[in-house]
């Protein structure tokens, strides 16, 4: 199958080795030529614009950082549409809102252009290691369709329901793991303050009612003071902030979720947003006047 990949960072690197490694012929793009060599080396061709990515695919995949930059590709000077035929199928593997999407394919659609958003969780591990979550929303056929190039980069793919609500899940899923990463900081200075070592903290936890996926990269991140990004902190706030949004277009209170987005304001305005959403935790270390780190480092 002859499938076309734009963004190819983090995570996009990783999805689009695995789709080549399942046998497909793989067209990339992105912003920097340099981080597609080593598909290139695997066996991808480079296009030197998007439109040229669309023009030799018949199922195009996006893994971009905002959703301005997934507009741009898709509807600017040089995007999808101007290469893409009646019939091409987009998949938009980023954090999307409903509204941008909806934008989006009003224009795909007069070009006989599928779009469907399927925004993905797991992180850069899951996507090195294909065990990605998929969220996908918009036509069942078209899912059904490329269901299988989908399996490639995760294991748990699902079909959420019509265009936008693959984005919709994705949005609640990151707010609630962005305000856990507020509540574990709290937590977890309030425990090394009072003189437990934080991997016993850690072990404790996760043994019971407090287990959370969101700190398993504790040991060998915040209690090392190691903040290299996986899933920048710039991008946490941005999805933060995608929720709150969504919440006053449907007058939904979100009280709590504009005090978390206000932490990942502050956090960028330290001049952390390059780091891994795990700097969030050295607000409350500042504040708390303890790191969480553990013993002997």
């Known amino acids: 199958m002859k499938v076309g990949f734009i963004g190819v960072g983090f995570m996009g690197k990783h999805m689009a080795r695995h789709i080549i490694e399942g046998g497909h012929e793989l ?15 695997l066996g991808a061709k480079w296009a030197n614009s998007p439109s040229i990515v669309a023009t030799n695919s018949e199922v195009i995949f996006t893994s971009l950082p905002t959703p301005q930059d997934v507009e741009q590709v898709v509807i600017g000077e040089g995007g999808l549409l ?8 987009f998949f938009d593997l980023s954090t999307t809102d409903p509204e941008t999407i909806t934008r989006i394919s009003e224009s795909t659609s007069q070009k006989g252009v599928t779009l469907l958003d399927a925004p993905v969780s797991g992180g850069t591990t899951g996507a090195e290691e294909g065990t990605l979550c998929v969220m996908v929303g ?18 748990q793919v699902v079909y959420c329901g019509n265009l936008g609500a693959g984005a919709v899940c994705k949005i609640v899923n990151n707010l609630i793991g962005m305000t856990l990463g507020v509540v574990l900081s709290e937590a977890f200075s309030l425990g090394v303050k009072a003189g437990v070592d934080p991997m016993t903290l850690y072990n404790a936890v996760s043994m019971s009612s407090g287990e959370t996926r969101q700190m398993h990269t504790f040991p060998t991140g915040l209690f090392e003071g190691n903040f290299e990004p996986g899933f920048k902190l ?22 709590v979720s504009n005090l978390v987005h206000q ?30 780190r553990s013993l002997g480092l």
């Open 234 to 255: 710039d991008l946490g706030s941005k999805d933060v902030g995608l929720a709150t949004n969504l919440g006053r277009s449907l007058r939904v209170p979100m009280e």
């Open 27 to 41: 067209t990339i793009y992105d912003i920097s030529e340099t981080a597609a060599k080593d598909l290139v080396d």
């Open 263 to 292: 932490k990942y304001v502050e956090a960028q305005n330290k001049g952390w947003g390059g780091q891994s959403t795990t700097a969030i935790a050295k607000l409350q270390e500042e504040r708390a006047g303890v790191e969480i």
């Open 138 to 155: 918009g036509d069942k056929s078209k899912y059904d369709k490329y269901k299988s190039v989908l399996d490639l980069i995760g294991t």
């Open 82 to 89: 101007d290469g893409a035929i009646e019939g091409t199928t």
